[in-house]
Nanobody
Framework: QVQLVESGGGLVQAGGSLRLSCAAS????????MGWFRQAPGKDREFVAA??????YYIDSVKGRFTITRDNAKNMVYLQMSSLKPEDTAVYYCAADANLSRFRTNFNLQDKYDYWGQGTQVTVSS
C-alpha cells in the first residue's frame, strides 16, 4: 500500500506561483508512474501532469506554466505552478500507478492509478 499526502495549496493572485508537494509513504515510489489531477467546482476531475522514468506529460492548458518533478530519494513528487490563472482553481490530487510499463498509454487515465491522496485546494483570485 502507498499513502499519498498533498500539501502546498492555498490562495494566490492571478500571475502568482505555488508549489504543490506529494509525500508518499508505505513503499518506494521510485518505479511508480506519478500523476497530478484536479477537480474544479462543478466539473469532472481532469488530468494535469504525469511523470514516469523519464517521460513527462502535461495537459495543454498548463504547458509552459507547470512543471512536474520527482525526488525518488525523498519519495516525493512536486508540481511547480507559475503564471496561475483563475481557471486553475481546483482541488489538486496526487496519484500513483504501480505499473510504470504502461505509462505511455495510461498516463492521463484516472482509473489506471492505484493510489490517491486526499487533495489540496488551490484558489487563484483575479
Amino acid at each position: 500500500q502507498v499513502q499519498l499526502v498533498e500539501s502546498g495549496g492555498g490562495l494566490v493572485q492571478a500571475g502568482g506561483s505555488l508549489r504543490l508537494s506529494c509525500a508518499a509513504s508505505g513503499r518506494s515510489i521510485s518505479y511508480y508512474a506519478m500523476g497530478w489531477f484536479r477537480q474544479a467546482p462543478g466539473k469532472d476531475r481532469e488530468f494535469v501532469a504525469a511523470i514516469g522514468r523519464p517521460s513527462i506529460y502535461y495537459i495543454d492548458s498548463v504547458k509552459g506554466r507547470f512543471t512536474i518533478t520527482r525526488d525518488n530519494a525523498k519519495n516525493m513528487v512536486y508540481l511547480q505552478m507559475s503564471s496561475l490563472k483563475p481557471e486553475d482553481t481546483a482541488v489538486y490530487y496526487c496519484a500513483a500507478d504501480a505499473n510504470l510499463s504502461r505509462f505511455r498509454t495510461n498516463f492521463n487515465l484516472q482509473d489506471k492509478y492505484d493510489y490517491w491522496g486526499q487533495g489540496t485546494q488551490v484558489t487563484v483570485s483575479s
